[in-house]
C-alpha cells in the first residue's frame, strides 16, 4: 500500500469540516499536455476481483512516483474520502482557501488566517502541526461525494482522495495531515469544454477519471473508507460505545 494513516484522531467539538483548507508550498508544473478529448468507455482490468465493479471509466496515466516524504509503511490500506474543488484557470483550487492543487500529492499546513472563520477562537500553539485539535487547519474531505456541486457550478469539480499521517474526524468529514488526489469525476451533462477542461487537469496530475454517478463505487479501488463507528456522533459510535 502506497499511504498509512498513523494517527486518527476523534474531535467531536468544534467546527467540522466546511471548506477545502490544505497549504503546501507550490511545486514547480510539469508542461501542460493538450487537451485529448477521449469518450467515456469502460477501463480494461478496471474491476479486479479485490474490488469488483469499481467504476473507473478512464485512466490517464500509469500511477506517479511515491515521493519520498510520503511514503509510509505498509501496514494498512490508505484512507479513501472525498473532496470538491473548483476548476480556475486549468488549476484545482480549494473551495474557500486562495489554494491551488498544483501537484497530486499535499500536505497540511495552518492557512486559520486565510479561512472564512479566521476569527473563531483557537487553542492551537503558534506553528503548530496540521490539522491541531485546537484550529480548524488540515486537508478537508468528507465520508460522502457532494454531487451536487459540479452539477450546479460550472466551475466545480467532485474527486477521490486518499488520505494519511495525522486524521482528525468530524460528524460529516475530517482533516488531514497528507492527501493524495486519486481520480476526478466526470459529469455526463457537462459541455464539451468542461470535459475537456477536467480531462485536461486529470491528465496534468496523473490521476484517474470516473463518472459522477459511479464515484462511490469507484472509490473502492483506492482504499477503504472510515468505518462508521469511529466516526463522532454516529449511531455506530454511540453503539460502541455502550
Not at 79 to 97: M, P, Q
Request: proline fraction near 10%; aromatic fraction near 6%.
Amino acid at each position: 500500500m502506497r499511504h498509512v494513516p498513523q494517527a486518527i484522531a476523534h474531535h467531536q467539538s468544534g467546527a467540522g469540516p466546511a471548506a477545502g483548507r490544505a497549504g503546501a508550498p507550490s511545486r514547480p508544473r510539469s508542461a501542460r499536455t493538450a487537451p485529448v478529448p477521449l469518450p467515456l468507455r469502460p477501463l480494461p482490468g478496471a474491476a479486479p476481483d479485490a474490488h469488483a465493479g469499481a467504476a473507473v471509466i478512464e485512466e490517464v496515466s500509469p500511477p506517479l512516483p511515491e515521493a519520498a516524504e510520503f511514503q509510509t509503511p505498509d501496514l494498512i490500506e490508505p484512507v479513501v474520502a472525498f473532496r470538491s474543488w473548483r476548476l480556475v484557470d486549468g488549476d484545482l483550487r480549494s473551495v474557500y482557501l486562495p489554494f491551488f492543487w498544483t501537484s497530486r500529492e499535499v500536505s497540511a499546513t495552518c492557512m486559520h488566517a486565510d479561512s472564512p472563520d479566521a476569527d473563531a477562537p483557537r487553542t492551537a500553539p503558534p506553528g503548530h502541526a496540521a490539522p491541531d485539535r485546537g484550529c480548524t487547519c488540515g486537508v478537508y474531505a468528507y465520508y460522502r461525494p457532494d454531487l451536487n456541486f459540479p452539477t450546479v457550478d460550472y466551475r466545480g469539480v467532485s474527486g477521490i482522495v486518499s488520505l494519511w499521517g495525522t486524521i482528525e474526524l468530524h460528524a460529516e468529514g475530517m482533516r488531514a495531515q497528507h492527501a493524495r488526489v486519486e481520480a476526478l469525476a466526470l459529469y455526463s451533462r457537462w459541455t464539451t469544454g468542461q470535459l475537456d477542461a477536467v480531462r485536461e487537469v486529470a491528465a496534468d496530475l496523473g490521476v484517474d477519471l470516473v463518472d459522477l454517478d459511479d464515484i462511490e463505487q469507484a472509490a473502492q479501488r483506492y482504499g477503504r473508507h472510515i468505518a462508521r463507528e469511529l466516526v463522532p456522533g454516529s449511531d455506530a459510535a454511540e453503539n460502541a460505545r455502550q
